[in-house]
Each structure stands twice: as C-alpha cells, then as structure tokens.
C-alpha cells in the first residue's frame, strides 16, 4: 500500500475542490497540498451532468470564482461553459497536476499523538488500496451521490416498455428527436429539462406531483455588460458580484418576512409570461412560502415559451401506475411516452461518504455540530464545504477557503498544530440545511446539526458571513488551539456567567 504525506489534503475536484487549491495557491504558498477526486475527470457536477440543457440555476457572477472573473457573455451559462471554466483555472494556478484521479476516500483517521490524518482511498482504475497522511483534511466532495440519483419505486414502472433515464446518468446515445417525452419532477433540474428537449421532441410533458415556484430571468446580465465595455474585468466583475449577492439577500429576506407579497409577484411574473387564460393557480402556485425551496429559475423564460408555443406542457397529477405505453395518471389520464426521465432529485451524502474516526472512536456525523457551518464538533483540523442554499455554492466555498488558509496561517505563527470546534453546551439542535425540498428531508437526519447561535448557526448570508468568515475572530469560545499529544477536548460546559452559545466568532 503506497504512502505519502501533504500538509493539505483536499477531496474533490470540482468547483469547491479546485477553487479550496487555487486559494492554498494564492494565500498559503509554502503548503503542499494534493486534490483526491474519485472520477476521472475535473468539474465534479458540471461535469458529471451531461442532460440536455444542464446550467446553472445561479448566475455566474456569484457562482464563478472571486478571484477570477467570469468573462463570458451569459450570465446563466451551460453546463460545457462552467466546466471549461473550472479546468481552466485548475491549469492557470497549477491545481491539475496536484489532482490524483480515480481515488476514492473510503476512510479518515485522525491521531492526536502526531497531529495527522491518515486518509484511506481506493483507486477505481486499478483496485489498489492507498494511504496518506496530512495535517488538514480538507473535504470538498459536495452532499450527494454521483453514482445513484434518487427515484422512488414508482407503481408498475417494470411494466413499461420504452426508454426511462435519469438526468444524471443520462445516456450519450439517446436521442429524443421526434419523440414523446414525460419528465417526472418540478424541479430545477425538469424545468430544465422541459424546454431543451422540446427544441427537437415531438412533445414533452412535465409531469408534478406539485408545484414548485419558477422565475424568468435573463441570461445576461446589463449591468455586466455596461460595465464591462467601459472597465477592466476585474473591476467590473466585483461590482456585478455585489450587486447580484445583494439583491439575492433582499429577495431571501423579503421572501422570508412578507411571503405573501412574494408569492403574488411570482404568480403574477408566471401568468404574464403564459397564454391567457392558464391555470396558473394549479401548475405554478405551490403549496409552500417562496425560499422554503430553492426557487427554479428559467433563462429568458424558457420554460413559459414552449408551453406558450403548445411544445411543451405541464400536468399536476399523481401518478396511478406505469403501463407498457407510458404513465397513467390517478385522475385516469394516460400520457402516452417512448421516454420518460425520473428528474426525482438526489440522494444526500455527507464527506463524499466517508466514515471517520478520532483517536480511535468512530464519529456519528449526525451527532456533531457544525462551527461556522464548515467544521465538525470534536473533530480536529477538518473543514468541509456546503455552500449555500439561497445563493450560489461558490460564495460559500470561497468563504470556507478563505478561512481555512487563515487557520492554516494562525496554526503557523502561534506554534499550534491542532484546531478543534468544542460542541455547544446546550441548547437547540436544528438541520444544517433548512430546505424542505424532497431530497433534504430524505436525508438531513443523518447529516451534521447546527446549534442556536454564532459560531454554530448557518446564517445564509452572505454579508454577514463576510464579515464573520473574513474579519471575525479565529479564537472563540467555539475552538481550541493545541499540540500534537494533548487529548481531544471533550463537549464545552456551559459557562454560568454567560449564555452557553452566546460565542459569535
């Protein structure tokens, strides 16, 4: 079994993994460091997904890297686009000869004695077994299954006798031109979908059980492209950036504090864009608040164009049970198919689903708390990336690296090795993520808590987070600093002259 060691080791190499090397690149350039990624090839989802359609669901001012600006022209870009921009920056800051493909972390084993992780990977190319060590464990390998989309056990469907797909596996040699399409789903991923494939369909059908709140908006953006003939790139891009993240924070907030008004813009936005006449009401109003789920945003209203344009349209029903010829519906309505895509959702799977150990003790990651939502309580020198649920993924991970290289860099000039989060005392334990979207609820339980308050609450904002994440506080009440050979600290007391989570980082 080989063996090596880096100061840094990262998981992943996607749009969190390469950005969390380039930020090592840029901000603590004496670490070594090497990128783990289980497939055998850069850009993690974006490149995984290959559907017809695949984009992004938030514009690329915010989604794209802070230290290098998104020059494009649409600012809701396709899937092919992002990836290439991801490789690209992975070869501008020398990230792709760090990446080692086809390792796939099983296990992680943390030792106090000597300060180290021992990472345990199998290489999927050639069965071999490898160990490394490092001092930081860096996990970037998002919160869902690349080899399993989720599809629930739908009635009869092995009675059905055309072509079913998932999104996620989408298979190169389907071709649905002339086609009956049904697309099961009403998220981001089916409205997605929908208009792609209408563009050569004979038909497409969405198919909801409910529905979910869709937005039009436009794949450019003006601002960014005003500014842009009249300022350099990286001028322009941080003031599109901000403007974009604030408007994206008032529309959470609004959302959250007057959902009602919210609501109604929506349905009024949907019903100017649809014939006269539609039943908004029953294909676009969901059953739940704006930003309960992820709004589906839809570029240039795609989505309301083909069924506009009779291309394409939406069915909210059950479904009764496949048949050999398509789906029949519980209000006894059959959509004839020769393709149905179950666009059902993920499945959740926290450190690319590993299992880790301290000392020895196995860790339940349902029992920890997560400190400023990317470290876990009695876990030492580990960070993770999830991005945010409101906005885009990147603002986060940014942020994550960002104060990852800080740690690195307070370890360094105060003589430490180790920086453990310390549990909370007491007090509320609620989800990490705050989603009721399907595919959370399915699998939230088995994913880390968050506490009551600063450090250990998520707060999905990104202003905020700035300001705690760049300028806050490294030592708080919520960590502590230590050697190689000092024990791990065990849950933090509650002190009795100040509220247990009062700590805010």
Excluded at 260 to 268: D, N, T, W
Aim: charged share 20%; net charge positive.
């Amino acid at each position: 079994m080989a063996s090596d060691h880096v100061d840094v080791l990262i998981v992943g190499a996607g749009l969190s993994g390469v950005g969390a090397a380039c930020h090592l690149r840029r901000d603590c350039p004496g670490k070594t460091y090497a990128v783990l990624e289980a497939r055998g090839a850069i850009g993690g989802t974006w490149d995984l997904f290959r559907y017809p359609g695949v984009r992004s669901d938030s514009d690329m001012f915010t989604l794209g890297y802070s230290f290098r600006p998104w020059t494009d022209p649409k600012a809701i870009a396709d899937g092919d686009s992002i990836r290439d921009y991801v490789r690209r920056t992975a070869r501008e800051y020398g990230v792709t000869e760090h990446i080692r493909f086809h390792h796939r972390v099983v296990r992680a084993e943390w030792d106090s004695g000597t300060a180290r992780w021992t990472v345990r990977a199998r290489r999927d190319d050639t069965g071999e077994d490898v160990a490394l060590t490092c001092a930081f464990l860096f996990v970037c390998s998002g919160y869902y299954r690349y080899d399993a989309g989720y599809t629930p056990d739908l009635p009869g469907m092995g009675e059905y006798a055309g072509r079913l797909v998932h999104p996620q596996h989408w298979p190169a040699d389907l071709d649905h031109t002339g086609r009956r399409v049904v697309v099961v789903g009403s998220g981001a991923t089916a409205v997605t979908l929908v208009p792609a494939l209408a563009e050569r369909a004979a038909h497409v059908t969405l198919l909801q059980r409910s529905p979910t709140y869709v937005i039009a908006l436009s794949s450019r953006d003006g601002l960014a492209d005003a500014l842009r003939r009249r300022l350099p790139a990286k001028v322009a891009y941080p003031l599109v950036r901000w403007k974009n993240v604030l408007l994206g924070v008032a529309n959470f907030q609004l959302s959250r504090r007057a959902p009602g008004l919210v609501r109604r813009f929506l349905l009024r936005a949907a019903a100017g864009r649809l014939p006269a006449g539609y039943d908004v009401g029953r294909h676009f109003s969901p059953r739940y608040d704006p930003w309960d789920q992820r709004l589906c945003v839809v570029p240039d209203g795609d989505l309301f164009t083909a069924v506009g344009q009779g291309r394409a349209e939406v069915v909210t029903d059950r479904i009764d049970t496949f048949t050999p010829t398509g789906v029949r519906l519980a209000s006894g309505t059959e959509l004839t198919a020769d393709i149905v895509v179950t666009a059902t959702g993920l499945n959740l799977l926290a450190l690319g689903g590993m299992t880790i150990s301290v000392d020895g003790a196995e860790v339940d990651l349902a029992d920890t708390v997560a400190y400023k939502g990317m470290m876990l309580s009695g876990v030492p020198n580990l960070a993770m990336t999830i991005g945010y649920t409101n906005a885009s993924w990147t603002l986060k991970a940014d942020l994550v690296a960002t104060y990852v290289c800080r740690l690195l860099r307070h370890l360094d000039a105060t003589g430490q090795q180790i920086v453990t989060p310390l549990a909370p005392g007491s007090g509320e334990r609620v989800p990490l993520i705050d989603l009721k979207s399907g595919y959370v609820l399915r699998g939230v339980d088995a994913l880390p808590k968050q506490g009551a308050s600063a450090p250990w609450r998520l707060h999905q904002n990104y202003p905020r987070d700035v300001l705690l994440m760049r300028h806050g506080r490294l030592t708080d009440a919520g960590v502590r600093f230590s050697r190689a050979g000092a024990p791990p600290p065990g849950p933090r007391r509650p002190d009795p002259a100040r509220p247990a989570d009062a700590a805010v980082g």
